[in-house]
């Protein structure tokens, strides 16, 4: 066995620090700032901060106290749960039937599919769309719209085209219909890449703020991903009315920095628990089309 070669070795751990520097200095930087008192901000000129000089959690008392932050939190939340759930479901039963020999209209469905990622609707006939179901300024059009993607679909099908044929042919023959075998069979033996798929629709549910954007008019409707955008992007002043009407609010900096901590941190908390199907499940799902 040929041993691995020092300078090659030192060269891909160089690389991979550099990789895990360029990701977490900047969250780093962002937690700190966000954990600032006014001093510690004035000290650093009113900019970012690299090293703690104390600890406050004023910032994220403000934001999350009620207003216009704590509201699209729970709106996001909701909307995200809601709509992988949807997703999944919806995405895993198109999946199926098409992983299904000989199933009639499967082929022209799956072209409609593979046409889907190549080529996308655009942003005024989908708006159209929208507007004539009567779905603008309504939760259900941050899902609606979305609910079924046709990657995510090319992928479930080829993972069920995996699994053993000899399972649903048993199945069959004692007796069972398509939806019991997909859910008492198909289901739990597609752990991985359900896993893969549910994370790819949560991040998507949860970072999607150009849907809201378009269709959501009422700012108190909002999820968190047009909060961020107005507060952090934007810049935008924090006032005591958007945050639960405090009167002595922290410096903004820091208010802004929390609300884009909040932010990320939720789907940091859900990955942990996927990453371990997460290879497996796009690699496996990927081999066959």
């Known amino acids: 066995m040929e041993k691995p070669n020092p300078v090659v070795q030192a060269l891909k751990f160089v690389v991979l620090l550099v990789a895990v520097a360029l990701v977490v200095v900047p969250f780093w930087s962002i937690v700190v700032t966000s954990l600032a008192d006014q001093e510690a901000i004035n000290d650093a000129g009113g900019g970012m901060l690299m090293w703690p000089d104390g600890v406050s959690l004023d910032a994220y ?23 992988t759930l949807l997703s999944l479901a919806a995405s895993a039963g198109l999946a199926y039937w098409l992983a299904r020999p000989g199933v009639v209209g499967g082929r022209p469905v799956l072209m409609l599919l593979l046409g889907a990622v190549l080529f996308s609707p655009g942003i005024i006939p989908t708006y159209l769309v929208v507007r004539e179901f009567g779905l603008l300024d309504s939760y259900a059009s941050l899902v609606l719209p979305v609910m079924i993607n046709a990657f995510n679909v090319i992928v479930m099908r080829a993972f069920f085209q995996e699994l053993p044929q000899e399972l649903f042919e048993s199945a069959h023959i004692d007796g069972a219909t398509p939806f019991t075998v997909l859910t008492r069979i198909v289901l739990p033996l597609s752990k991985a890449v359900l896993a893969v798929v549910g994370l790819f629709y949560a991040v998507g549910y949860w970072n999607a703020f150009f849907n809201a954007l378009l269709y959501i008019q009422t700012t108190d409707k909002w999820p968190m991903a047009l909060v961020l955008r107005t507060f952090v992007v934007n810049q935008s002043a924090i006032g005591g009315d958007q945050v639960g009407g405090s009167e002595a609010l922290p410096p903004q900096l820091p208010m802004q920095m929390a609300i884009l901590v909040i932010a990320i941190v939720p789907i940091l908390l859900v990955y942990p628990f996927l990453q371990r199907h997460f290879a497996k499940g796009v690699l496996i799902g990927a081999v066959k089309g």
């Not at 934001?63 to 939340?77: D, N």
């Open 61 to 83: 008392q403000a934001v999350l106290s009620g207003g216009v932050v704590t509201r699209a939190l729970l709106i996001s939340i909701g909307v995200t749960v809601i709509g």
